[in-house]
């Protein structure tokens, strides 16, 4: 029986094709994770907003623990500028509004806006 010898440009291509695949599996990875982060920053902005329409503003200690639940979520540079901070009357209209950074790269600007029911 007689071998046949090998060819370095299929090897080549089979390197290739694995590397590529790689990298794919490894950009889809990174994806996924971030929209896990989102959905995390999704789902605390949905119970603070709660919390304001009860009390009719973010209050001041729910700020200050809104804020470490972000961080923790991996959210950086975070702002709530345009955020309903002071109370307002029953049945007027709150606004929570967060934004900042995933990671890197990734921006965030998460809203929800609501009325007061307390």
Do not use: P
Request: proline share 0%; net charge negative; aromatic share 6%.
């Amino acid at each position: 029986m007689k071998r046949e010898s090998g060819n370095v440009g299929d090897f080549l291509a089979i390197c290739i094709c694995m590397l590529l695949m790689t990298i794919l599996m490894t950009a889809y990875m990174n994806s996924v994770h971030v929209i896990e982060k989102k959905e995390d920053v999704n789902q605390i902005a949905r119970k603070y907003i709660l919390r304001m329409e009860s009390a009719g503003y973010l209050t001041e200690e729910d700020r200050i623990i809104l804020v470490r639940e972000l961080e923790a979520a991996g959210v950086t540079e975070i702002s709530l500028e345009n955020t309903t901070m002071e109370w307002v009357g029953y049945g007027e209209e709150i606004v929570l509004r967060i934004r900042g950074k995933l990671g890197e790269s990734y921006e965030i600007d998460e809203k929800r806006v609501s009325t007061a029911k307390y």
